[in-house]
């Protein structure tokens, strides 16, 4: 059985070394300045979040420059943007800029806006635009997400100590379930990741399948892990609130990435 999700593979050496140098750079200077890691910096960081994922649905569809693409291929595309996203933030706190995170959040908005517009734009071309999956996605994993945080919020209230990156985390689990869902059962895509198709060749094979197919389970799987996640987080949050947050933005990452990936490839490919 494979490990590695389908189509992962590393980049040309000479790219391989640049980021792998770049990325060594950024954090020994962010380890070195130590900037504030607050609620709203980690925030600032979710539109850069979504640019790695929105980067390599140009790779998918093939518009990229032949100079850029190996830059967007899977892993490189989330080192790349780790790299420029360490290096803005490395930047805003050596200048002279009040609300570093400000600043963070409204590069990665400026970087992020042309490359959707690019996606959109190639869909436009081959014909293959379709906005209404993708429209309905975002509406059902954000009323997923409310009723799941406000459910975790009732049963562990202590859970209020991660703030908005803990709703975070569960928003963007939740829509990386939803669109997951919808792609396997309504759209016909498949799934990349090994133990997610693992997920979803159970529920296939369960009797329901024919009635409600098999990605409800994988979206119930993401919701639970996530929730667990966050609340086993909250002590740290607490008690050392630089890692828990670093660590919430990651667990969130994870799910917000490949969600915004599955929702901008389902609305031009």
């Known amino acids: 059985m494979a490990v590695l999700p389908e189509g992962f593979a590393l980049p040309p050496l000479p790219y391989l070394f640049a980021l792998a140098v770049g990325l060594v750079g950024v954090a020994a200077l962010l380890v070195r300045r130590r900037p504030p890691v607050t609620e709203a910096t980690v925030l600032a960081l979710a539109p ?3 640019l790695g994922s929105t980067l390599h649905v140009l790779y998918v569809v093939d518009v990229l420059p032949a100079v850029l693409r190996p830059l967007a291929g899977a892993p490189a595309v989330y080192l790349t943007v780790a790299v420029a996203a360490g290096a803005t ?52 994993s954000a009323l997923t997400a409310a009723a799941t945080w406000t459910l975790l919020r009732r049963l562990r209230p202590g859970v209020v100590a991660t703030g908005r990156i803990g709703a975070l985390a569960v928003a963007g689990h939740a829509l990386d379930g939803v669109s997951t869902a919808v792609g396997v059962d309504l759209l016909g895509f498949g799934e990349r990741t090994p133990l997610s198709a693992l997920v979803l060749e159970f529920a296939a094979s369960l009797p329901t399948a024919p009635l409600i197919g098999s990605g ?20 740290t949050v607490r008690e050392a609130p630089t890692e828990g947050r670093l660590l919430l933005g990651f667990v969130a990452a994870v799910g917000l990435g490949p969600g915004a990936h599955n929702v901008l490839l389902f609305a031009v490919a």
């Open 89 to 140: 933030w490395l930047g805003a706190d050596a200048a002279p800029i009040r609300e570093t995170h400000r600043f963070l959040a409204a590069v990665g908005l400026v970087a992020l806006v042309p490359v959707v517009a690019a996606a959109l734009g190639a869909g436009v071309g081959r014909g293959s635009l379709r906005l209404l999956p993708s429209l309905a996605i975002l509406v059902l």
């Open 216 to 235: 409800w389970l994988f979206v119930l799987v993401k919701l639970v892990v996530a929730s667990v996640v966050v609340v086993a987080l909250t002590e």
């Open 48 to 50: 850069w979040m979504v």
